[in-house]
């Protein structure tokens, strides 16, 4: 799971937060959430990511036991990857990346090129 939180704060501009009543730390972009980690330990231990709704379907197919519709999330656009299955963190990471990108993608041209420098 550290392995999982450092690569997301290495994301620019990545900030981390605990809110109130949350059994997870979000990882976000501009007030904006990329990922959701829960602080579960084991084979519970998951994080939350956004996702293109047919690469989220894709992925859940490919690892079925790994990839669920997001928890408490709009099923359709995240994924929960629960982090001791057969996801290697390279995966993990592309996922992370991908999710990043969707958020920095949401804000305008201008934000944007903000964020990024």
């Known amino acids: 799971m550290d392995a999982t939180r450092t690569y997301c704060l290495?994301?620019?501009k990545a900030t981390e937060d605990s809110p109130d009543g949350w059994n997870a730390t979000c990882m976000?972009?501009?007030n904006k959430i990329f990922a959701i980690i829960n602080h579960e330990e084991g084979e519970k231990a998951a994080i939350t990511l956004k996702c293109d709704p047919e690469l989220a379907?894709?992925?859940?197919?490919?690892?079925?036991?790994?990839?669920?519709?997001?928890?408490?999330m709009n099923k359709k656009h995240w994924n929960t990857v629960y982090i001791h299955k057969d996801v290697e963190q390279e995966q993990i990471n592309k996922m992370i990346d991908w999710s990043y990108d969707l958020v920095l993608q949401s804000f305008s041209k201008k934000k944007r090129q903000e964020l990024l420098n």
């Open 57 to 72: 379907l894709r992925l859940r197919e490919e690892y079925p036991e790994a990839i669920i519709p997001g928890y408490h």
């Open 10 to 12: 290495s994301k620019r």
């Open 28 to 30: 976000r972009l501009n």
